[in-house]
């Protein structure tokens, strides 16, 4: 049995913004690095036995603040990446549902038929961040493994572990420095925990 801890970045100006991220190399916000900090103390995670992150800034810069306080050194993998949105990156989410409203439209309402102009489907980032994880899980079998990740492409990883069609993705809750465990017997996924940010914000 192995543990997975999956951790969405913390807050960027962008997120708070509304604009897309994707790609786009954007670093922690003040609030994301002590979001990250606070993270840092939570009791689960003091059982790690490695971290993996996205090759991302705002990715890095989290698990960074994680490894320092665990003594652990951050493995990158470009497979673990938020979603490619193309020619989306940088905007504003309101100006793209009043420019394209057919288009952007199906960001949400049918993320399955949704593709960014020049970007990737929520399909092939779900294929290509599932490649990572199961080589995660090949290297660490019997161990805890913090993951830090994305928004969109937790919600894939999540779905993937709950067999949830991607129309259902959104459904999923993923807030900035939300922390999901997942357990992994012989390969077969439990989803222990969703979208817990007790640890920034208590109820």
């Given at each position: 049995?192995?543990?997975?801890?999956?951790?969405?970045?913390?807050?960027?100006?962008?997120?708070?913004?509304?604009?897309?991220?994707?790609?786009?190399?954007?670093?922690?916000?003040?609030?994301?690095?002590?979001?990250?900090?606070?993270?840092?103390?939570?009791?689960?995670?003091?059982?790690?036995?490695?971290?993996?992150?996205?090759?991302?800034?705002?990715?890095?810069s989290t698990a960074n603040i994680l490894a320092e306080r665990l003594n652990l050194t951050v493995n990158t993998m470009p497979l673990l990446r938020e979603t490619n949105f193309g020619d989306w990156e940088g905007r504003f989410i309101s100006e793209l549902m009043e420019e394209s409203p057919k288009a952007f439209g199906k960001f949400f309402t049918?993320?399955?038929?949704?593709?960014?102009?020049?970007?990737?489907?929520?399909?092939?980032?779900?294929?290509?961040?599932?490649?990572?994880?199961?080589?995660i899980i090949a290297n660490h079998?019997?161990?805890?493994?913090?993951?830090?990740?994305?928004?969109?492409a937790n919600r894939l990883i999540l779905g993937a572990a709950l067999d949830m069609p991607i129309h259902k993705m959104w459904a999923i809750?993923?807030?900035?420095?939300?922390?999901?465990?997942?357990?992994?017997?012989?390969g077969e996924f439990t989803v222990e925990l969703v979208n817990s940010t007790y640890h920034v914000h208590p109820y």
């Open positions: 049995m192995m543990r997975i801890f999956l951790i969405r970045h913390g807050e960027t100006e962008w997120n708070k913004q509304n604009r897309l991220q994707g790609n786009s190399d954007i670093h922690l916000s003040p609030e994301g690095f002590h979001q990250a900090m606070i993270l840092a103390e939570h009791a689960p995670l003091q059982n790690a036995d490695a971290i993996y992150s996205s090759d991302l800034a705002r990715a890095v049918a993320p399955e038929r949704c593709h960014p102009p020049n970007g990737e489907t929520f399909l092939e980032c779900q294929a290509r961040v599932m490649i990572g994880i199961r080589e079998e019997n161990q805890n493994v913090i993951v830090v990740c994305h928004g969109a809750g993923q807030f900035n420095m939300a922390l999901n465990i997942l357990r992994v017997d012989d």
